[in-house]
């Protein structure tokens, strides 16, 4: 069974374009979470998706956004990136959003330069 | 305002001996605790949960104890094994608005030496 997918895995850009950053969760799961990992801190809890809804949005600015597809897959997108939004993103899906079953991917390594 | 907190970046354990890591949390509404180990290059790993209903779950090697009061959570690995060199990440979540978000500590590194 595939795991959870995310791409890119490296990431470069400039302060002030825009990311996006992409996962595939793993077949059945309808639920897909977004998490940062900046340096030194723990993962900090950006979005939830199920059923092509957000259900829930952790404390970051509305320039980070996404959705989720008919066939569960997510996007995440950094819109205006700033220096600060350098960091490791992982995604992770489940049935069951109490944590137990999560996934996570490998994540994907941004850079703002 | 970091809710979770581990307060140890490191901890260093001789092979066969007990590996503890500690979390401590000050969201009273926090009612289900999890830990996660993560290897590097890899996304973190489901490894043990609690619900605040209990103070203890043990499954193999790994124990998790739960002190409400205390708001204090703690994982033990015996015997610990060089295997388990890793980032263990305490997390925590409560139902209502902060349903399906988990709240995450720091980060412990382990290093099992054999």
């Known amino acids: 069974e595939a795991g959870v997918t995310q791409s890119p895995t490296h990431l470069i850009k400039t302060r002030g374009q825009q990311a996006t950053l992409r996962c595939s969760p793993i077949?059945?799961?309808?639920?897909v979470y977004w998490y940062q990992q900046a340096l030194g801190l723990g993962l900090q809890f950006l979005l939830w998706?199920?059923?092509?809804?957000e259900r829930n949005r952790g404390n970051f600015p509305p320039r980070f956004s996404g959705r989720q597809f008919p066939n569960y897959s997510s996007e995440l997108n950094v819109n205006a990136l700033e220096l600060e939004d350098s960091a490791l993103y992982l995604c992770?899906?489940?049935?069951?959003?109490w944590g137990r079953g999560y996934t996570f991917g490998s994540g994907t390594r941004l850079t703002v330069v | 305002d970091q809710q979770v907190k581990q307060n140890s970046p490191s901890l260093s354990v001789q092979e066969g001996r007990i590996s503890i890591l500690n979390c401590d949390y000050t969201?009273?509404?926090?009612?289900?605790f999890l830990w996660y180990k993560k290897y590097p290059a890899e996304g973190p790993t489901f490894l043990i949960s609690?619900?605040?209903?209990?103070d203890k779950n043990e499954d193999g090697r790994f124990t998790v104890f739960l002190n409400k009061s205390a708001k204090h959570l703690s994982l033990h690995i015996v015997p610990s094994q060089p295997g388990d060199s890793a980032v263990y990440f305490c997390?925590?979540?409560?139902?209502?608005?902060?349903?399906?978000?988990?709240?995450f500590g720091q980060g412990t590194i382990l290093t099992v030496h054999p």
């Open positions: 992770a899906s489940s049935l069951d959003p």
């Open positions: 969201n009273s509404m926090f009612d289900y």
């Open positions: 609690i619900s605040s209903i209990k």
């Open positions: 997390a925590a979540m409560s139902g209502g608005t902060s349903y399906g978000k988990l709240t």
């Open positions: 077949s059945g799961h309808t639920s």
């Open positions: 998706y199920d059923e092509g809804e």
